[in-house]
């Protein structure tokens, strides 16, 4: 990640780390499961109530700074 600084590395080796690559229906999703997505009450066990969906958006966003200057098409 350019330009981040050694968060930015940091943070994209953890997203690239964990993300699901099983090959099913799930593939190339992230869903993290940790102390605030567990603890018996019903709200807060899939994340904030956006499950894996929340949790793939907010890594696909944080990922884009990285490749928002590439030039695929050239």
């Known amino acids: 990640m350019a330009g981040n600084g050694d968060w930015g590395t940091t943070l994209e080796g953890y ?8 090959g099913g229906a799930n593939d190339g999703s992230w869903y993290f499961e940790d102390q605030h997505s567990k603890g018996g009450n019903a709200a807060r066990e899939n994340n904030a109530d956006g499950g894996r969906l929340y949790c793939t958006t907010f890594a696909i966003l944080s990922l884009q700074p990285a490749y928002a200057g590439l030039k695929i098409l050239e």
């Open 15 to 22: 997203l690239t780390g964990t993300q699901d690559l099983s």
